[in-house]
């Protein structure tokens, strides 16, 4: 399975920005997927997840919650970040991620990842 995130870019504080990530293969839609984040100089930290059932409630990271949804459509092969009312220490690079189980905030659990896309926000 390989994953292309994109929609990374400089914003400014308040702004909105989607990202998207495509994975190819045909059982894409039994993955669970998460978005994780690092900025310069810190950890890889869990920002959102998505269970393979559309019925599955999304998690979310506490500092992200209200501001960023995910979502994603099997059909296209397709995880989304929506993120509003972007902060600048949203700043950093922005990874999906998938795996078999269910969700779970530790990355160590994704087996696959992507090549990641740089959010930046300035204030």
């Known amino acids: 399975v390989q994953l292309q995130a994109s929609g990374g870019g400089l914003v400014q504080a308040g702004d909105s920005l989607r990202l998207s990530c495509t994975a190819s293969g045909r059982t894409f839609r039994a993955y669970t997927m998460g978005w994780f984040r690092q900025a310069p100089g810190k950890e890889r930290e869990f920002v959102a997840a998505?269970?393979?059932?559309?019925?599955?409630?999304?998690s979310y990271a506490d500092s992200v919650k209200g501001r960023f949804t995910i979502s994603r459509d099997n059909a296209k092969n397709t995880v989304f970040l929506e993120m509003n009312s972007l902060k600048p220490e949203d700043t950093a690079v922005y990874y999906c991620?998938?795996?078999?189980?269910?969700?779970?905030?530790?990355?160590?659990?994704?087996?696959?990842w992507g090549q990641g896309t740089l959010v930046t926000v300035s204030s």
């Open positions: 998505i269970g393979w059932s559309g019925g599955s409630t999304p």
């Open positions: 991620a998938g795996q078999w189980r269910g969700i779970t905030h530790t990355p160590e659990r994704y087996m696959y």
